[in-house]
């Protein structure tokens, strides 16, 4: 195999997919798909637990002149204690209150009796805006529960710790970086994509659409391998996805330093050497998803089947992420074998801080390298086939 030929084919191919500017705007914009919506859904947390936090708590109270005491202590705990609608259910399901609190007619009755006074809190857990609200208004009633419950003991003589059969502590090892982990699971289902959509194009054209065009065949008379073809294709599909890759995964690391994660209770350090490790991790990966994308593509009947192959390839390796943001995994060795299904659970460990054994990175990326190699070969063999790639 000339490496000159190939060097020929491959600027070739570069260069004519370079004069299709829609086709690399696609290719090059739509892996910023990711870092902008991880942008914005933090943006938009942030907003709301600023807000949560800055923003007095109104809650309307239906009976409050049967518990005075209850009102005058959520008042004195931050709470804005306003008149309840008419039909308290009718304003929460409408949206207009986020809670309302009911005293029924015989909480004083009960309160003197020394029994469990009944209140009524009326909520809808399916709003997800109003969820700051109902907590602190959850918080406030078993504040007062308590607190009215130790005045009990005590007028009776009893120490009120008597009343508590465990002393629970509770140790909490999550750290910043892993509680970011649950907002970052979806990460690598967008390496994966970005891996896929910037070589798809690229995949497609330079197979399907040159046979469409009629200028495969002429290529394919010049005196180059048919090997030297195929690996310039896949090298040229592979360039486009590396650029989509290193584009991803830079947005990822600039969203951190833009906005203030700390004040969420958690933080993002997508440290430099951790984005390097990630883009090395998933270069196997890249190469086995341009000779793949390259093999089906070939024989795809033209351009649009090429495109509806590829579109519906693309989301098989990318449902791990799916199942890992859902279904806790622990890691396995065996799972390094599947490709894309072990470099996606090693990078949202990288991202929880963890350690990440060197063995099965390597592993991973040896794995995806072997698959890629027989890809590539099979990729190689479809191009000396003229059944293959003409129908002859």
């Given at each position: 195999?000339?490496?000159?030929?190939?060097?020929?084919?491959?600027?070739?191919?570069?260069?004519?997919?370079?004069?299709?500017?829609?086709?690399?705007?696609?290719?090059?914009?739509?892996?910023?798909?990711?870092?902008?919506?991880?942008?914005?859904?933090?943006?938009?947390?942030?907003?709301?637990?600023?807000?949560?936090?800055?923003?007095?708590?109104?809650?309307?109270?239906?009976?409050?002149?049967?518990?005075?005491?209850?009102?005058?202590?959520?008042?004195?705990?931050?709470?804005?204690?306003?008149?309840?609608?008419?039909?308290?259910?009718?304003?929460?399901?409408?949206?207009?209150?986020?809670?309302?609190?009911?005293?029924?007619?015989?909480?004083?009755?009960?309160?003197?009796?020394?029994?469990?006074?009944?209140?009524?809190?009326?909520?809808?857990?399916?709003?997800?805006?109003?969820?700051?609200?109902?907590?602190?208004?959850?918080?406030?009633?078993?504040?007062?529960?308590?607190?009215?419950?130790?005045?009990?003991?005590?007028?009776?003589?009893?120490?009120?710790?008597?009343?508590?059969?465990?002393?629970?502590?509770?140790?909490?090892?999550?750290?910043p970086e892993s509680r970011a982990g649950l907002l970052l699971s979806m990460l690598p289902y967008f390496l994966v994509v970005a891996v896929f959509v910037g070589g798809m194009y690229v995949a497609i054209d330079t197979t399907a659409g040159e046979r469409e065009r009629q200028t495969l065949e002429p290529l394919l008379l010049h005196p180059v391998p048919r090997e030297s073809v195929a690996l310039a294709k896949v090298a040229a599909t592979a360039l486009f996805a590396t650029l989509a890759l290193a584009e991803t995964i830079v947005?990822?690391?600039?969203?951190?330093?833009?906005?203030?994660?700390?004040?969420?209770?958690?933080?993002?350090?997508?440290?430099?050497?951790?984005?390097?490790?990630?883009?090395?991790?998933?270069?196997?990966?890249?190469?086995?998803?341009?000779?793949?994308?390259?093999?089906?593509?070939?024989?795809?009947?033209?351009?649009?089947?090429?495109?509806?192959?590829?579109?519906?390839?693309?989301?098989?390796?990318?449902?791990?992420?799916?199942?890992?943001?859902?279904?806790?995994?622990?890691?396995?060795?065996?799972?390094?074998?599947?490709?894309?299904?072990?470099?996606?659970?090693?990078?949202?460990?990288?991202?929880?801080?963890?350690?990440?054994?060197?063995?099965?990175?390597?592993?991973?990326?040896?794995?995806?390298?072997?698959?890629?190699?027989?890809?590539?070969?099979?990729?190689?063999?479809?191009?000396?086939?003229?059944?293959?790639?003409?129908?002859?």
């Amino acid at each position: 195999m000339r490496l000159d030929l190939l060097g020929v084919v491959f600027r070739k191919e570069v260069a004519d997919n370079l004069r299709d500017r829609r086709a690399v705007a696609m290719a090059l914009l739509f892996p910023l798909l990711g870092p902008v919506l991880l942008a914005v859904t933090f943006s938009v947390v942030a907003r709301q637990a600023r807000s949560a936090e800055e923003r007095p708590l109104t809650l309307p109270v239906a009976g409050a002149d049967r518990a005075p005491h209850l009102v005058q202590f959520l008042r004195g705990a931050g709470a804005d204690v306003v008149a309840a609608p008419p039909d308290p259910e009718a304003a929460v399901r409408a949206g207009d209150r986020d809670l309302v609190l009911v005293v029924p007619p015989e909480f004083g009755a009960r309160l003197r009796e020394g029994r469990p006074a009944p209140v009524r809190l009326v909520i809808d857990e399916s709003r997800q805006s109003a969820r700051a609200a109902v907590e602190r208004a959850r918080a406030m009633l078993s504040a007062w529960s308590r607190q009215t419950g130790a005045l009990r003991l005590m007028a009776r003589g009893v120490n009120p710790a008597a009343a508590e059969a465990l002393a629970l502590e509770t140790v909490d090892l999550s750290t910043p970086e892993s509680r970011a982990g649950l907002l970052l699971s979806m990460l690598p289902y967008f390496l994966v994509v970005a891996v896929f959509v910037g070589g798809m194009y690229v995949a497609i054209d330079t197979t399907a659409g040159e046979r469409e065009r009629q200028t495969l065949e002429p290529l394919l008379l010049h005196p180059v391998p048919r090997e030297s073809v195929a690996l310039a294709k896949v090298a040229a599909t592979a360039l486009f996805a590396t650029l989509a890759l290193a584009e991803t995964i830079v947005g990822f690391g600039l969203v951190p330093a833009a906005l203030p994660l700390e004040r969420l209770g958690f933080s993002i350090r997508l440290d430099p050497a951790m984005l390097l490790r990630t883009f090395v991790l998933f270069l196997p990966l890249l190469l086995l998803a341009s000779a793949l994308q390259v093999l089906v593509a070939v024989r795809a009947r033209g351009f649009k089947a090429a495109q509806a192959s590829l579109s519906f390839l693309m989301l098989v390796p990318a449902l791990p992420s799916a199942v890992l943001a859902l279904v806790p995994f622990k890691l396995r060795t065996w799972m390094m074998l599947i490709p894309s299904f072990g470099e996606q659970q090693l990078v949202l460990r990288l991202v929880r801080g963890e350690q990440v054994a060197p063995g099965l990175q390597a592993l991973s990326m040896g794995s995806s390298a072997l698959y890629a190699l027989l890809l590539v070969a099979g990729a190689a063999r479809l191009f000396r086939s003229e059944r293959s790639m003409f129908g002859k």
